[in-house]
């Protein structure tokens, strides 16, 4: 009930392209959902993140849409770029703060 | 804000020695998490703080894992009696806890390799 499951594992874009990544949560008592965005030999940095009091957030390039009676996410990456080659990691939290359970992550490729 | 950092950012140890990670959070953040993380998969939580107090531990966390927090400042996460299998990078994190709704921030990791 812990997990939190992402897909596809990885993921091959031409730049200009949209990407977009998956998740499913079953903890209904999750109430936090960020993207984290990681980099070879660094530590993952927050990207976006939602409250399933809404449906979408959007900031800049990056979206995320939330389906709560599916227990659904999704990260969409508008006008793919190279630089957004990297691993994207789903997570969700419960109790305002508490521990982050990740995905198993997406690498992410975008073609010039 | 110089963000979360970590030491040392690399280690390479022989199985059965003692190994200490040092974590200095954001200033002001009175939550600390540790987490780690092994090639291709997504960080796992191990253990986290608020001020000094340990609130959770993972049960991934053995007894030869354990993690202080003296002053409420800066974490260290010792292992002791290394073995193989704790070849990975070891991930801190901070945040304002429930004020910031659950917004943790990354440090680069500690990645650590046992002979």
């Known amino acids: 009930q812990q997990q939190v499951k992402q897909s596809p594992q990885s993921l091959i874009v031409q730049k200009g392209g949209i990407s977009i990544i998956n998740c499913a949560y079953e903890?209904?008592?999750?109430?936090?959902f960020p993207w984290y965005q990681q980099f070879p030999g660094k530590g993952p940095a927050l990207l976006i993140a939602?409250?399933?009091?809404?449906s979408e957030k959007k900031e800049g390039r990056f979206t995320i849409s939330f389906n709560k009676s599916a227990k659904q996410f999704s990260l969409h990456i508008m006008d793919s770029q190279p630089g957004d080659s990297a691993t994207y990691f789903c997570a969700a939290s419960q109790n305002q703060g508490g521990k982050l359970i990740f995905g198993q992550g997406t690498e992410l490729s975008v073609k010039p | 804000d110089t963000g979360v950092s970590q030491n040392p950012r690399h280690k390479i140890t022989k199985r059965g020695q003692n190994v200490t990670f040092r974590c200095d959070p954001i200033?002001?953040?009175?939550?600390l998490y540790w987490y780690r993380q092994t090639l291709g998969q997504g960080p796992e939580f191990l253990t986290y703080f608020q001020n000094e107090a340990q609130l959770e531990k993972s049960r991934l966390l053995s007894d030869r894992f354990s993690a202080e927090r003296p002053k409420g400042s800066f974490s260290t996460l010792e292992i002791q009696r290394t073995e193989q299998g704790d070849s990975a990078m070891y991930l801190c994190a901070s945040s304002l806890g429930a004020a910031a709704r659950g917004t943790q921030y990354f440090g680069p990791g500690t990645r650590l390799l046992v002979l």
């Open positions: 903890n209904t008592a999750f109430d936090y």
């Open positions: 939602i409250r399933p009091d809404v």
């Open positions: 200033s002001e953040h009175n939550r």
